[in-house]
Each structure stands twice: as structure tokens, then as C-alpha cells.
């Protein structure tokens, strides 16, 4: 009986399943399968960065994670990193960012060359192992600057002159391409002052740059020369044809003294033919024969192909105070080269130190030619400007040739002091067409000279008159007298030569003070322009200066004047972005003055006008500024007798216009993603 019900429960077993396996899915729970695995982190940039962007212009990055695990919370977001070549890579801030966050990327202000590549990249914070990269080209400004420039500047090594003149070929990316160059300066290996001429060839890593306030950097490479190797020029944008710059290197183990020098560069015309007709001239420098300040002007006359004859062509000299007037000269000069450079050899017979001297000439177009001495010997070591007279060759016959209004600026050297640069004047006179000077105001200084009469260091700030006559012979030569000075500058009667261009021209100047008939020797050059009659004294401007208070500093910088308050931001050797501010009164310097206008200098950060080894604590200086035209003029400090420490200022000022933005064509965007 037990068997039997055994045997039933088996088989109702079997039944039972066998119904179970026919409705399993109505009484049984299934298996449950593995979980799907978790999406895996990405990142991404969202938008995409520029392929370039331009120096200075901060651009917001933004990346964007997916599948972060920590949802938001400590451990997520963006981690930012910069890197380049250089090291110069600009900032990113913040440097870490949520998920849609933008960063900011702000290039480098200054680059070494055109272009700089900057890698940036976006790491995972919750797995660094994800990150994202963009390669961005950061760009100059350097495509507004393309062709060949004429360049010159004069200033001191140490206390002896220094001056630089010559052609660069920029080829609008950032690169200096070729060109040539002729230098005076102290040899630092031999111990002896020296001109050389050098070629700078392709290849040699010269390059400029331009940031986007017009203010830029010049490196010229010179590997064939050990005395030179390389010079380094700050310089302001003006237009795409014309540049102040001014070369302040920084000093080096290898120097015991450095160059300053102030100047411009000008964009050459390519169609340049041998000079020929009337040129006139100044040059300022050192005379090797004596060892004596010098500065020498006049009239050139080429009549015939690369001949200068004794027809029409008239020198002045001024030695250490001294005159030689009204000499005869000759000579000749050659065809340009394949960059513009002419050769002028000079022949004046009554100079009293050299008879014979070369000069070379690097012309910026048919009318102007920048000129420094070539011979290591000759003269000295002279340098100036030099600009035709064309069809107005020979024909000032009588003083009505020299009428109108005359804004002039004159530096040189007070023979009292000997160092270049510290014999200032800046003023504004009116010949009348008939032989007399009137409504002059001029702000004339001595750095170190002491006045005879009141013992006191000489400022000249004040009106003065005086007479004229041109010289019948048709050269252009204009020698005239500024007297009619007040109390207590009594015998300062100074001699300025004025050599005219005509055709609405500037004329050239000459200073002197004769030590041997004056109690005010003096020497110098300069040019004076054409007065327009209709002045204010207000927008967008560059400016070069130099000042000079027992070591010599030359600057560029850019200036911004809102009436009547004036800005900017000055470059200096290495002090560069140092601020100033300053201000100046809508009122003349004198009744007499026309566009004359009494203002201040004062720093921001630094010293903003003079080189970091300065040992002057306060900065600020006043100054006046005569207005050429409403694009252009000349200011001069002012203030010498209020100082302790003697300083004077010279600079010049014109529109700046800023640089068009670089475009972004041929740009590269290089992204990797890992």
C-alpha cells in the first residue's frame, strides 16, 4: 500500500510540471540579465575655438562633458592648459571651468615674430585621460608693414655720437628679408669709433612686430659683423608708409656702453632714379680731427649726371662753436643700388679739419634722402637729411622766396656739456618776405651752459624778432639773426641758416652760436615746416623723443589727446608699456605764438621717458608743444631751471592711424582629439 502511493505522487509530480512548463510565464519569476555598462566620459569644444585670433583679444573657450559620474560635484568640470614654442603662450582664466563654462584665452600682447602657435587644451577633471585640443594661431599686425623701409636714427653711445641709417625689406609676415645698413658707433671689441656698412641677409631671423595700438619691436641680425651681431629698435605705427622708432638695446655682458637713438622709418619708393638738381642738406655728429662737436648744411647742386659742380652748391659748418660760411663745393655721386643707397663724395676745400669726406645716402622717394658719413674717416661721423629742390632749383633770388609761418625744431649740442643731445629749441617765427623776422617765440635750452650775465643755467623761453636776407646766387640759402630777446638773456642773438626746398617743402636748419663773436656758442640742426593756419591739438598720435640728463634715453610711444588732457603708453630700451598722463592749456604760450600750447608730461608706472638705471625720482616735466599742422609738431621741455638734476626733452609727434586687424586667411586651425 505504501508502494502504490509512492508511485502516485511521482506521477503527480510529473503531471504538476509538465502544466507548470505550459504556463511559465504566468506562475514563475525569470532570471534577471547583467546591467548594460556606463556610458563612457567624452569632452568636447562646443563651439569650436577660432582657427587665429589677434594678439591682446581675449576669446572665450568653452568645452562640454558628457557622462560625468560625479554629476556636477567636486572632481568635475574642465581643467585648462596652454602651451608653445616659446613659452610666451598668453594666460587662460580661469583655469578650470564647469561643463559649459567658457574660459577666457588672452594672447601674449607682444609675440618674437608674426605668428605663434598655442596649443590649448581642456582636460577631464574626473578622468584627465579625456581632454580635447586646439592648436590657434595668435597673429601680429605685422601685414600692415610690407615692402621696403627707409630707416634712420641718431643719438649717443655713452658720450660720443651714435647714428643709423639704411633700408630693411619686411615681407608683411613679420619677417625682415634683406636689406643694408651703415652705422657709426664705438666698436666694443677694438675700443675704436668706426662706420660699418653691412648687408643683412635673408635668413638671418631679423624680424618686427606690430601689436594692435601701433606700438611694435624691430630685431636686426647682423651675424657677419662681431662689433654689431644685433640691434633692437621700439617703433610707433603711424601709417602704413611711415614709423617713428627708436633704439634703446638692453644692455649685455658683451657692451660696456649702449646705443639710444630716436628717428623714423618711411616706406621706399620704387621707382627711385639717380638725384639730380638741387638738394638741401644738414648733417650733426663729431668731427674726428679736432675730436669736436660739429654740424654742417647747405646747398648740393647735381646739374649734370653724378656730378655735383662748384655752380650752385654752398657749405656752412659749425665747429665747437665755430663758423666756416659760405663755402664753395663739389663733387659726386653715384647711381642707387638695388636698395636706393647713393654715394655722395664731398669736396669742400675751406673746411678747416677735412677737405674730403663720403657720405651715403639711403633715399625714401625723389624728394628725401637720409644721409650718414661712410668713410671712417673724413669729417667724422655726421648723419642728416637731405631733400630736392626740383624744379625750384636756382630760383630764390631775393628774401621774398622766404615768407609765411615757420614751426622749427633744432637739437644739438651745448658745448659747455659735449654730450649729444643737450642743446634743445624749439619756436615758431614769420618772415615777412622783405628781411625781417617777427611774432617768433621760441623755447631754446642749454643743458649745462651757464648764463654770463645772471649765472644761471640758460632757458630762453620768450619772443624775440629779428632779420634775414637770401642769398642772390638762387641756392636757397637763407642766413638770418634772432635778436630782440628781453632782459636777462642780453647778447643772445643766435644765427640760424635756413636752407629752402620750395615746393611746399620744408626748409633745412642750421644753429649757431659763434663762440668767437657770442657769449651763447651753440650747435645744431634741424628742420622747420610751413605753419597751417588753423590748429587744435587733439586725437590719435606717435611720438619720438629723446632726453638726455648725462646719459641719453630715446623712446617711441603711443599718445592719445582728449583737450585738455593728453595719454599713453611709452617704450623705452627695455621699459617698455610704462604709462604717462598729462595735460596742457587751450591758451598760447605767447601772445605771439600761433598753435603753441603749454602742457605736462608725468608718469603712470615706472619711468614712463627715461631707462631703468635713471636716478631721477620725479619724472614729470612740463613742456610746450608747437603745432605744425593739425597733424604734426614738436614739443620741448621747459623746465630746467626748476630742477635739481639738469634734464632736457626734445620730441616730435604725428597722427597715428591704428593698424588694420590681421586677417585670418592662410590661417591653419591644427586640432587633435584623444
Known amino acids: 500500500m505504501g508502494t502504490k502511493r509512492w508511485i502516485l505522487f511521482i506521477l503527480m509530480a510529473a503531471l504538476t510540471s509538465a502544466i507548470a512548463g505550459c504556463n511559465s510565464g504566468s506562475t514563475v519569476n525569470p532570471q534577471n540579465p547583467a546591467p548594460p555598462p556606463p556610458a563612457a566620459l567624452t569632452i568636447a569644444f562646443q563651439p569650436l575655438p577660432p582657427a587665429s585670433v589677434p594678439v591682446s583679444s581675449p576669446t572665450p573657450i568653452t568645452a562640454v562633458i558628457t557622462n560625468d ?59 584627465p585621460t579625456k581632454n580635447v585640443l586646439a592648436s590657434i594661431n595668435v597673429t601680429a599686425y605685422g ?4 615692402g621696403n623701409y627707409v630707416f634712420h636714427a641718431e643719438g649717443a653711445e655713452d658720450t660720443l655720437p651714435y647714428q643709423i641709417a639704411g ?20 666698436n666694443q671689441i677694438s675700443g675704436a669709433f668706426e662706420s660699418h656698412t653691412d648687408t643683412i641677409p635673408a635668413g638671418s631671423g631679423s624680424s618686427y612686430f606690430l601689436g594692435p595700438d601701433g606700438r611694435g619691436t624691430i630685431t636686426i641680425n647682423l651675424p657677419g659683423d662681431a662689433a654689431i651681431i644685433q640691434e633692437t629698435f621700439s617703433f610707433v605705427f603711424l601709417s602704413n608708409s611711415h614709423a617713428l622708432i627708436a633704439e634703446t638695446p638692453a644692455p649685455s655682458t658683451a ?36 675730436g669736436e662737436p660739429t654740424s654742417i648744411g647747405g646747398i648740393l647742386n647735381i646739374d649734370s649726371p653724378n656730378t655735383i659742380s662748384g655752380t650752385g652748391s654752398v657749405v656752412d659748418q659749425n665747429l665747437a662753436g665755430f663758423a666756416s660760411e659760405n663755402q664753395p663745393s663739389s663733387g659726386t655721386v653715384t647711381n642707387p643700388d638695388n636698395f636706393g643707397a647713393v654715394t655722395f663724395n664731398l669736396n669742400v676745400p675751406a673746411f678747416p679739419s677735412t677737405t674730403a669726406f663720403s657720405v651715403e645716402g639711403y633715399a625714401v622717394d625723389a624728394t628725401h634722402i637720409r644721409l650718414i658719413e661712410n668713410d671712417n674717416g673724413g669729417l667724422g661721423a655726421v648723419a642728416g637729411l637731405a631733400l630736392s629742390q626740383g624744379s625750384a632749383t636756382g630760383t630764390f633770388l631775393d628774401d621774398s622766396a622766404f615768407s609765411g609761418t615757420y614751426v622749427f625744431g633744432v637739437l644739438g649740442i651745448d658745448p659747455a656739456s659735449g654730450l649729444p643731445a643737450t642743446f634743445t629749441s624749439a619756436g615758431v617765427v614769420s618772415p615777412d618776405g622783405a628781411g625781417n623776422l617777427t611774432n617768433g617765440f621760441t623755447d631754446t635750452i642749454f643743458q649745462a651752459f651757464i648764463s654770463p650775465t645772471t649765472g644761471l643755467p640758460v632757458q630762453i623761453s620768450e619772443t624775440f624778432a629779428g632779420t634775414y636776407n637770401v642769398s642772390a646766387t638762387g641756392t636757397g640759402r637763407v642766413h638770418s639773426v634772432f635778436n630782440g630777446f628781453s632782459s636777462p638773456n642780453e647778447g643772445f642773438d643766435p644765427q640760424y641758416f635756413f636752407y629752402l626746398a620750395g615746393n611746399g617743402n620744408p626748409a633745412l636748419v642750421l644753429a649757431f ?13 634741424g628742420i622747420a615746416y610751413p605753419q597751417s593756419a588753423s590748429l587744435t591739438f587733439s586725437g590719435n598720435y606717435g611720438l619720438s623723443y629723446t632726453q638726455q640728463n648725462g646719459t641719453e634715453y630715446d623712446g617711441t610711444a603711443q599718445m592719445n589727446v582728449t583737450p585738455p588732457s593728453l595719454s599713453g603708453f611709452a617704450d623705452v630700451g627695455i621699459n617698455v608699456d610704462q604709462s ?3 595735460n596742457f592749456s587751450s591758451s598760447s604760450c605767447s601772445t605771439t605764438a600761433v598753435g603753441c600750447f603749454s602742457g605736462s608730461f608725468s608718469t603712470g608706472s615706472g619711468s614712463a621717458f627715461q631707462g631703468s638705471n635713471n636716478n631721477i625720482p620725479n619724472v614729470s616735466f612740463t613742456a610746450d608743444f608747437y603745432m ?3 597733424t604734426q609738431g614738436f614739443f620741448v ?37 584623444r
Open 69 to 127: 559620474s560625479s554629476n556636477g560635484g567636486t572632481g568635475s568640470g574642465v581643467d585648462w592648459n596652454l602651451t608653445c614654442a616659446s613659452g610666451n603662450c598668453g594666460t587662460i582664466l580661469p583655469e578650470h571651468s564647469s561643463s559649459g563654462q567658457a574660459t577666457t584665452y588672452t594672447p601674449p600682447s607682444a609675440l618674437a615674430g608674426n605668428v605663434e602657435i598655442v596649443n590649448i587644451v581642456g582636460f577631464a577633471t574626473a578622468d
Open 143 to 146: 601685414s600692415n608693414l610690407s
Open 167 to 186: 633700408v630693411i625689406v619686411l615681407d608683411g609676415n613679420g619677417n625682415i628679408t634683406g636689406g643694408e645698413q651703415t652705422v657709426n658707433l664705438l
Open 255 to 290: 657692451a660696456v656702453n649702449v646705443p639710444s637713438a630716436s628717428g623714423t622709418m618711411d616706406l621706399q619708393d620704387s621707382t627711385l632714379t639717380s638725384p639730380l638738381a638741387g638738394y638741401a642738406f644738414v648733417m650733426n655728429g663729431s668731427d674726428f680731427a679736432s
Open 513 to 525: 652760436g659763434n663762440a668767437g663773436l657770442s657769449n651763447y656758442p651753440l650747435i645744431g640742426s
Open 580 to 582: 604717462f598722463s598729462g
Open 628 to 630: 605744425i599742422d593739425q
Open 637 to 673: 621741455e621747459n623746465d630746467l631751471t626748476q630742477q635739481s638734476l639738469p634734464q632736457v626733452s626734445f620730441g616730435y609727434f604725428a597722427t597715428s592711424v591704428l593698424p588694420s586687424a590681421p586677417s585670418p586667411a592662410g590661417a591653419l586651425l591644427k586640432r587633435r582629439r
